[in-house]
């Protein structure tokens, strides 16, 4: 069975050779998903859906902490009511999928599965919404959408995906921007502080913003193979969507208004995220603070007598503790065991054998480094905290060395694609603010516009396509 095993992590394709096929590899054999019957739906398997568990929980916290309210929304939405915001139904149109018939009766009017959530939760505030009182509305649904993908991959690219999105109106326009770069923040701090993911913080561009927003803030993350994930986004509205649903409310001075609305949204693509920012040729490895179990506590030798008693004692210290952990008693070899969890990713192995308990010790191995140390049994608990933080603050240093050193300038389009053909990575230009330029960066580059950072720097005076003077700098990348 320990061949079996190691026959297991060694077919996994590496990473140089093809990331596509080692990706895909991993997300199977870490038993994150299982395909389903149909393309692109994918199962989300129990260890898959822990890690997601843990997120959801981290970023719940943080919008109940706000005042935001957990609600729960149809997921069918009748097609004349998509069709009230032009903009934001034809973002959308090629995505949708459409109920046609309900039993075996052909319905009157078509209903969308619901691709995102803005036209409901208007239909609802125009029922609801009539005075400055009732406002802020400040709303979170956790749910799945259905896009129609044509390419599909594991939590990149699924037709039906687990994610949040947030709905807020607002009284006044600085309200709403207000709220919509307060939840970007938050997307922020999670992936940097949770997932170990540093971010690029900035706005998508009037091409890249999502459908009907006036303003799209977005952040960007490199994987190992410097190729860019767009991890969340947030959404600022103004009054489009209200005037076109018929929102209103009376003010202090009982003037009819039509109210500011935002929405923001984080998915189980940033697990996706996870997998390609911190994976190895062994499979995952996951920061602590998202890990569905921290320490995985493997007895060796456990047909000698105390071992399997002592390292249930050590489970049970650590869970006291507050633990993730989980022992694993069952009769495959220590070698099997320490194949599985490091294909899963779990951060820290705690390894006892007869030896160990004789010397009041026991053996840690970091997934991340595979650095062995032996830690003291008394104390053990503050010991496996100080070693989690410092895998957590290590994957972090490792995933920004990456990001600050794949980052480029460059004053034209060529040097652009220099860059992309020697490796890639992200790519800060100069920009006259043109769509036309953005398209040629796009045609003669192979890079889109990943975003106009939050924080802007100059790294020249005229845009890299055509020589103008720029407005902005922009960073440009391949994405997934």
Known sequence: MANDRKRQVEQITNME???????????????????????????????????????????????????????????????????????????????????????????????????TSETLFCEHWAKVV??????????????????????????????????????????????AVRETERQLAVYA?????????????????????????????????????RKALQSGTSHYFGDGFAR???????????????????????STRTIGGLIMTHGDNSGLVLPPRVAPIEIVVVPVAAHRPGVTDAAGELLNTLK???????????????GWKFAEYEMKGVPL???????????????????????????????IAQAARELLDDIQRALYEKAKKNLDEHTFTAASAAEVRAVVENGGGFIKTMWCGDAACEDQMKEQ??????????TQERVGETCAVCGKPAQSLVVWGVAY
């Open 349 to 379: 192995r705690i390894e006892l054998g007869p030896k160990d308990i004789e010397a009041g010790a026991c053996l840690a191995a970091r997934r991340d480094s595979g650095e062995k140390t032996s830690l003291p049994l008394g104390g």
């Open 320 to 334: 006291a503790a507050g633990f993730r952990a989980k022992g694993d008693f069952s009769d495959n070899s220590p």
């Open 130 to 175: 009539h005075s400055w009182r009732d406002l802020p509305m400040l709303y979170n649904q956790w749910c799945s959408v259905l896009r129609w993908e044509k390419t599909t991959r594991p939590f990149l690219r699924g037709r039906e995906f687990l994610w949040q999105e947030g709905h807020t109106l607002h009284a006044t326009a600085e309200e």
């Open 445 to 454: 580059a192979g890079v889109s516009a990943r975003c106009i950072p939050l």
């Open 17 to 115: 050779v093809d990331f596509a096929q080692w990706y895909t590899d991993v997300c199977r054999k870490a038993e994150l998903i299982d395909y389903s019957g149909v393309k692109g739906l994918f199962i989300l398997r129990p260890y898959g859906y822990a890690i997601w568990e843990n997120i959801q929980r981290e970023l719940d916290a943080r919008f109940k902490a706000d005042g935001h309210e957990n609600v729960s929304m149809p997921l069918l939405i009748p097609e004349s009511l998509l069709q009230k915001e032009k903009d934001h139904v034809a973002g959308f149109a090629p995505e949708c999928a459409w109920v046609t018939h309900g039993g075996s009766e052909e319905l009157e009017e078509r209903l969308c599965i619901r691709p």
């Open 244 to 266: 076109a649903f018929d929102i209103s409310f009376s003010d202090r001075d009982n003037k009819l208004c039509y109210p500011h609305q935002t929405s923001w949204g984080f």
């Open 189 to 225: 701090d999670v992936c940097e502080d949770l997932l170990a993911m540093p971010v690029t913080r900035g706005l998508k561009t009037e091409q890249e913003k999502f459908a009907g927003a006036e303003r799209t803030y977005t952040i960007e993350c490199m994987m190992h193979d």
